[in-house]
């Protein structure tokens, strides 16, 4: 999952070194994801009204129910 949104979030920043994922699991199922990335881009991984880091978390939630479990991505 780390993998997959350090892929998604590099593809759409100017500075795609500069992002790092920092996995916090809560309990058993319950994974947080906090993107840390260069001030400049971070409103290009939120987007207009916060809908392109809205499809990462789809897109990753889909992946989670597959594996039974949750997750939790915020931009730190």
Known sequence: MKDLIVYLTSLLVDHP???????????????????????????KIIG????????????????AVKEGKQVRIEIG
């Open 48 to 63: 207009k009204e916060g809908k392109i880091i809205q499809a990462i978390r789809n897109v990753c939630k889909v992946l």
């Open 17 to 43: 070194k500069d992002i790092s994922i920092e996995e916090r699991p809560f309990g058993d199922t319950m994974t947080q994801y906090i993107i840390k990335s260069n001030p400049e881009d971070t409103g």
